[in-house]
């Protein structure tokens, strides 16, 4: 048996090697990946990790020799470059190939880069593997200034880290506020309030025009006819789906939205499978397909894909999770909501201690979090439900009672 093959060596492609060996998976497996470290957790690249206040060998989903402890075979440092669906292959950067029955494509997503002058230089960087936030950490621990190109999710945590590491820090975004697609105009302000209490210079509706240097190393960044001093730059403006392998070999991939799979995460090849950032997948409790980059849906979909080659009964059904952790602010989110939609509050914004819903047509779409723990299990079971927004408001009405 040529067994199953994962290319791909992130958090879903980890889970779905330990799922099928869980479930009693006795055929070989094969992990792919180009990086040479072995699976670990994006989130703390920008939290924890970032701040040096979580050590090295706890980021990784596994520990060293896990792997083999389970028979799993890793080629790690070695990109895949060429899938043969007919002879059921894929061709390894080295030269060698490898067999399989399933192939799961678990190549996740790449940072965006500006297409501006200067942006080749020395200091501006972007941060998606462990070694960018190696860097990145170190940087911090020698610079004084830091220009955040973008505020999203990334962004707004590295100028957290940036603040509570002494530096100066300019926040740049397009959009009229911070998270403004997923949050909404309400909440971004929120977000943008609270960067500002701690000392960032957050500016919004402007574009990077392009980056001023002196010896190779930026020295600042051209926005809105000035520009904004710099010895450190993040580019933060969002990720792109890695579908190259999948394109190459006649699958349908999108470069904004992904490879196309269904509920069960099967390509149109029934050998073949996507998960993680890189599938746009169907949700059955949406009723729609879509790519999500966070760190509970790749877990999720790495254990789907291996039930899935299994054969048994299970699709992607689940709300979309992800949180954040900024100064002394926590947040989880769950749902699917669009900016425009109604937002109702139960608390007040000023207190930072406030969950949020957003609605529409009565029907929660999805809720937040913010410093008010232990009920996300809670929110979750009201998430497409429709409720009155007066109740929903109300602290004094229980969350299990709505």
């Known amino acids: 048996m040529a ?9 879903a492609a980890a889970h779905v090697v330990a799922t099928l060996r869980e479930l009693g998976y006795a055929e070989p497996v094969t992990l792919v990946g180009e990086e040479i470290d072995r699976p670990y957790e994006r989130p703390p690249l920008s ?26 075979g890793t080629r790690f440092g070695t990109a895949a470059t060429r899938v043969d669906r007919g002879a059921r292959t894929v061709a390894l950067a080295d030269g060698t190939a490898l067999a399989y029955d399933h192939l799961v494509i678990a190549t996740g997503s790449s940072p965006r880069t500006l297409d501006v002058p200067g942006a080749g230089l020395g200091g501006v960087h972007t941060l ?35 603040r509570l590491a002494g530096l100066q820090v300019t926040v740049l975004e397009y959009a009229a506020q911070p998270l403004l697609r997923v949050l909404g105009p309400e909440l971004g302000a929120f977000f943008a309030d609270l960067h500002r209490q701690h000392g960032v210079d957050v500016r ?39 579908i190259g392998l999948a394109a190459a ?32 997948a169907y949700n059955t409790a949406l009723g729609h397909s879509l790519r999500v980059e ?31 952790d900024q100064y002394d602010l926590g947040m989880e989110y769950v749902g699917h909501a669009d900016a425009d939609d109604a937002v109702v509050l139960r608390g007040d914004l000023r207190t930072r ?50």
Do not use: C
């Open 128 to 162: 998606r593997r462990l070694g960018d936030s190696d860097v990145l950490r170190d940087e911090l621990a020698a610079r004084s200034r830091l220009v955040v190109a973008g505020g999203g999710w990334i962004g707004l945590e590295v100028a957290a880290a940036a």
């Open 294 to 324: 966070h760190w509970d849906n790749a877990i999720r979909q790495g254990a789907l894909a291996a039930r899935s080659i299994l054969g048994q009964d299970a699709v992607h059904d689940w709300q979309p999770y992800f949180y954040t």
């Open 47 to 72: 939290k924890a990790y970032l701040q040096g206040t979580t050590p090295r060998e706890e980021v990784f989903v596994h520990p060293d020799g896990w792997y083999a402890d389970h028979g799993i």
């Open 204 to 242: 919004t509706g402007v574009g990077v025009e392009g980056f001023e240097g002196s010896a190779g190393r930026v020295t600042g960044v051209r926005v809105g006819g000035e520009v904004v001093p710099a010895d450190l730059v993040l580019v933060g403006v969002g990720a792109a789906p890695n």
């Open 3 to 11: 067994g199953t093959v994962v290319v791909g060596a992130g958090l």
């Open 249 to 280: 070999s006649g699958l349908a991939a999108d470069p904004a939205r992904g490879v196309t799979v269904d509920e069960r995460l099967r390509t149109a090849d029934p050998a073949v499978l996507a998960a993680g950032d890189v599938a746009y």
């Open 353 to 402: 201690e406030v969950i949020a819903f957003w609605l529409r047509d009565g029907r929660v779409r999805a809720a937040m979090n913010v410093n008010v723990w232990d009920v996300n299990d809670q929110l979750r079971a009201l998430v497409g439900r429709e409720i009155d927004p007066r109740r929903l408001a109300r602290q004094d009405v229980a969350l299990d009672e709505l």
